[in-house]
C-alpha cells in the first residue's frame, strides 16, 4: 500500500514521522533511503507549506518589530514572541513534514555529490 512514508523511488516503507520530518524540503539535500540509497525529501507540498509559513511569521516578526514600542507590554513581550516565531519557523514546517505532503528525490544536483 502506497503511504507518504513510501520511498518515492524503490517504493518501499523505509521512512516514519521522525526520519520524514528531518528529510527538510525540496531546498535541503535530503535524506538517504536505507534500501536504494537515493537522496529523499518532502515534496511540493511541503516546500509550498514551509514557504507560505516562513512569510506569515516573517510577517508577523515584521508587525511585532514595529509594535515593539507601542506600550510596555509590547516592550517586555517583544523579544519573546520574536523568538517563538522564530523557533515556529524552523519546527513547525518539520511537524506538519512528518505527518503530511508526499515525498520525492531531491532535485539538488550538488545533493550526491562529496
Ligand atoms: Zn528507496
Avoid at 520530518?21 to 535530503?30: F, L, Q
Avoid at 537522496?39 to 511569521?57: M, P, Q
Avoid at 518589530?65 to 517563538?84: F, M, N
Wanted: charged fraction near 20%; aromatic fraction near 14%; hydrophobic fraction near 40%.
Amino acid at each position: 500500500m502506497s503511504s507518504i512514508y513510501n520511498c518515492p523511488c524503490c517504493g518501499e516503507k523505509t521512512f516514519n514521522p521522525l526520519t520524514k520530518a528531518m528529510a527538510g524540503t525540496m531546498k535541503s539535500k535530503g535524506r538517504r533511503c536505507p534500501k536504494c540509497q537515493k537522496l529523499c525529501v518532502n515534496g511540493k507540498g511541503a516546500t509550498t507549506f514551509s514557504a507560505i509559513y516562513f512569510l506569515i511569521s516573517f510577517a508577523f516578526v515584521i508587525f511585532v518589530y514595529l509594535h515593539g514600542k507601542d506600550s510596555v507590554w509590547w516592550d517586555t513581550h517583544e523579544v519573546p514572541i520574536v523568538l517563538a516565531l522564530m523557533l515556529g519557523m524552523y519546527i513547525v514546517p518539520k511537524i506538519v513534514n512528518g505527518f503530511c505532503f508526499k515525498m520525492m528525490e531531491t532535485i539538488r544536483l550538488d545533493a550526491y555529490e562529496k
